[in-house]
């Protein structure tokens, strides 16, 4: 079956996935939804016998339909190879009751790496089909992982070039460093004197504004977008639900059948929403646990149908989820209206002017799927020294996110079904955080001097990511007011 993308918003017509792809965000500012999420087309007894790339491959022809076989293979192979430091790519992770699912084996120690490896071979392959000769500039915001998973899949990739935008003081030092080091001479990473909001609404309104993309038209370049708005991000993320919820068959000894919950530790919404995806498309799914920081806008939304970001940003150890403004949750939106694309652009605008909405009880029916928690700092680092004495299991800030939510869920309802945490960094990107959460006295040292100190506590293999990133030169030094994003751009673009 072929399947077309519309606008959440309605007023563009249905195009490819390619060519959601190639624009990441539709020009009425909406975001690009598949016309229905396609229903398996393989039993789950074959799709539990595949390796990460034939699952990936098969997962991904649901939705990439203008793709033919032998490209979309190519693409998914050259993504999930040795990049990754384990063959099976998101390997599962038991400790006690608990599964982990391990998002962090890529190149830059997140989940990002999931979806941003494979999206330069996705966006080359697209631009190939659509017979497209502009350079493609691809605009990113970043709460800290993105954007170095961005970089690291698009540097040095002809035809592209990358530029990302960062809150220059609301990462860590490590993801710091891992972006402002880049290489690569098509990159450009630029600090901003503000939060992610305000870096994601910088790059939105450069995305639709139509005098910026008559001038880049001329020059012969045009946008894309590698963040999470992008569909060509979202897709390849509904993957992982599959190989996990396989693997947590195997390690039961189990057929395939039986639902398990998730639960996910959630900024902008992309995350989850696969996960919702991979429900609809009819893997057994009983509950989604969305979890949040103390940023806990989700949450407060779950609970009452309205959504609400009049309220101060929190800067929390959890920063990749310090988010006020979910992007993604306008595809649910979008979904649990039936479809209805009038109805999200009338909340999408009260969400803009007015900065609050509220959903109907049809939709706050349907959106009781999802079982929203959120965590304190506090609730949050125990959670980190609870797992860490119990099974010797490090897990990072934003994963313990995540294992606090699930212990309230499970207190709350009782539930004890297998339940699998996404686990969306690895601990060695949050040093201070996680090893301060352990015991208060490392709390006088940087990440830096962390890292071998958190080696000391578990199997003392330092990620070769990480291994020499202090001493790596600063390559990108620009930091601009939010209102100097599209100067900034423009210099680097000339
Ligand atoms: C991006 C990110 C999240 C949030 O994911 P969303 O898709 O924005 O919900 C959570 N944890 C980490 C480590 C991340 O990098």
């Given at each position: 079956m072929n399947i077309l993308y519309n606008s959440t918003r309605g007023s563009n017509k249905a195009v490819s996935a390619s060519e959601a792809i190639i624009r990441?965000?539709?020009?009425?500012?909406g975001l690009f939804v598949p016309e229905k999420i396609p229903t398996l087309k393989y039993s789950l007894d074959a799709l539990m016998k595949m390796d990460y790339q034939e699952l990936a491959y098969s997962i991904m022809s649901h939705f990439l339909t203008d793709f033919t076989e032998q490209e979309l293979r190519a693409c998914v192979n050259s993504a999930y190879d040795?990049?990754?430091?384990?063959?099976?790519i998101a390997p599962v992770k038991q400790s006690g009751e608990t599964y982990f699912l391990?998002?962090?084996?890529?190149?830059?120690?997140?989940?990002?790496d999931m979806a941003l490896t494979v999206l330069p071979y996705l966006l080359k392959t697209a631009a190939k089909k659509l017979a497209i000769d502009k350079e493609i500039v691809i605009l990113t915001a970043t709460s800290g992982d993105t954007g170095k998973a961005a970089l690291e899949g698009f540097?040095?990739?002809?035809?592209t070039k990358i530029v990302v935008y960062f809150p220059e003081y609301g990462v860590s030092q490590i993801q710091k460093q891992q972006m402002v080091t880049q290489e690569g001479k098509n990159t450009h990473v630029i600090g901003i004197e503000g939060n992610f909001d305000d870096a994601q609404n910088g790059v939105k309104r450069m995305f639709t504004d139509s005098e910026l993309l008559s001038t880049l038209d001329k020059k012969g370049l045009m946008f894309s977008s590698?963040?999470?708005?992008?569909i060509g991000r979202l897709i390849p993320q509904v993957v992982y639900y599959f190989h996990a919820y396989f693997e947590v068959c195997r390690k039961e000894n189990k057929a395939p059948g039986d639902a398990i919950n998730f639960t996910v530790p959630t900024g902008n919404f992309g995350n989850i929403l696969a996960g919702y995806y991979a429900k609809n498309m009819?893997?057994?799914?009983k509950t989604l646990i969305c979890a949040s920081n103390e940023n806990k806008v989700l949450y407060d939304f779950i609970q009452t149908g309205i959504y609400d970001r009049k309220r101060d940003f929190v800067i929390t150890m959890s920063p990749s989820m310090d988010?006020?403004?979910?992007?993604?949750l306008e595809r649910l939106l979008y979904a649990i209206s039936g479809d209805d694309a009038s109805v999200v652009d009338k909340l999408m605008k009260e969400l803009t002017g007015a900065g609050q909405y509220t959903i109907d009880d049809k939709m706050k029916k349907e959106l009781a799927q999802f079982y929203g928690g959120y965590a304190k700092e506090e609730e949050t680092a125990g959670a980190i020294k609870k797992v860490y004495e119990e099974s010797s299991y490090l897990i990072d800030t934003h994963t313990a996110v995540a294992y606090s939510v699930y212990e309230q869920y499970k207190k709350a309802t009782g539930d004890n079904t297998s339940t699998v945490?996404?686990?969306?960094?690895?601990?060695y990107k949050f040093t201070t955080d996680v090893m301060k959460s352990l015991?208060?006295?490392?709390?006088?040292?940087g990440d830096f001097e962390l890292i071998h100190k958190m080696a000391a506590l578990t199997d003392g293999v330092i990620p070769a990511?990480?291994?020499?990133?202090?001493?790596?030169?600063?390559?990108h030094k620009t930091i601009c007011k939010t209102s100097d994003m599209q100067l900034e751009l423009e210099k680097f673009l000339k």
């Open positions: 990441g965000i539709a020009e009425d500012g040795q990049k990754f430091d384990t063959p099976l391990e998002l962090y084996h890529g190149p830059t120690l997140a989940f990002k540097a040095d990739v002809e035809g590698a963040n999470s708005i992008n009819g893997l057994p799914i988010i006020l403004i979910s992007s993604n945490i996404v686990s969306t960094a690895s601990p015991d208060p006295k490392y709390n006088t040292l990511a990480i291994k020499d990133l202090e001493s790596r030169p600063r390559l």
